[in-house]
């Protein structure tokens, strides 16, 4: 299997729905209202697993930046990335790219 990248996974992302990024190698993140906010600086990062989680986000309207008011935990969907391609595993073979 071939690596994802972020760039490649992103046109296929829901528009409407809150997004966390967060990065395999420091557990850092950013989280942002909608999927054209974030930065294309991600793109070429590949992607290493995806889930729905619950993360922090202000104000009525669910925004990423603190000045927007009160803290709310909502959901988003999240995405690890990765600056290295995961290494996929079966039966303790690394699959064929």
Sequence with gaps: MRPITF???RRYCSRINRVSICMKETLEY???RFIEQVPHTFDPLYLYGIGPVCS??????GLAEPSAGSLN???CMEF???ETPRE???NGHEQPR
């Design 7 to 9: 760039g490649v996974i």
């Design 30 to 32: 950013r989280n942002f």
């Design 56 to 61: 922090e986000f202000y104000g009525e309207e």
């Design 73 to 75: 935990f909502l959901p």
């Design 80 to 82: 690890m990335l990765s």
């Design 88 to 90: 996929w595993r079966q």
